[in-house]
């Protein structure tokens, strides 16, 4: 299972699912903030006892300032199938008030699928609103939550 939040900020692009979508506000990180993709490669780290995102693309690293966060996806996908995992197939809700997410879906799932290496089928991505409740509610930031499945790769041994 991952989480992720960041903060909405005037002045920046907002990235959802590897996908730029256009909106008044961006997300606020060391990277592009892509909350789905950190929630994504949080889910698939944990899944394998690998940590978390934090500690492979720490936010105090040069190296990661403004990255692309596909490319920490298809890192920690890589990092996978070297220890001898493959995933099967990743569920996620992102949490925003707006822009409205549903017309960007297919998308989003269609970048994201070749970075892990599985089909648009085994890749689920809900949109949802807190009903104006918590930061998300008044647009002050966006969450994601997603849960991966993997399992043993026969192929790699």
């Known amino acids: 299972m991952g989480y992720d939040v960041h903060q909405l900020i005037e002045g920046r692009d907002l990235w959802l699912g590897g996908v730029k979508i256009a909106h008044s506000k961006g997300l606020l990180g060391h990277s592009d903030a892509d909350v789905l993709i950190h929630a994504i490669c949080d889910a698939l780290l944990g899944a394998v006892s690998l940590r978390d995102i934090g500690y492979h693309f720490p936010d105090t690293d040069p190296r990661y300032k403004n990255i692309d966060s596909k490319q920490l ?3 920690v996908t890589d990092l996978l199938h070297t220890e001898g995992w ?9 949490c925003a008030e707006a822009p409205k997410l549903n017309p960007h879906v297919e998308r989003m799932k269609e970048t994201l699928a070749p970075l892990m290496d599985i089909g648009v089928e085994d890749i689920s991505i809900k949109a949802t609103t807190t009903e ?4 998300v509610g008044r647009e002050e930031g966006m969450a994601a939550h997603a849960v991966a499945l993997v399992e043993r790769d026969d192929t790699s041994f």
Not at 132 to 135: I, K
């Open 132 to 135: 104006r409740l918590g930061f």
């Open 73 to 75: 996806l298809r890192t």
């Open 86 to 94: 493959a995933i099967g197939n990743v569920d996620a809700t992102i």
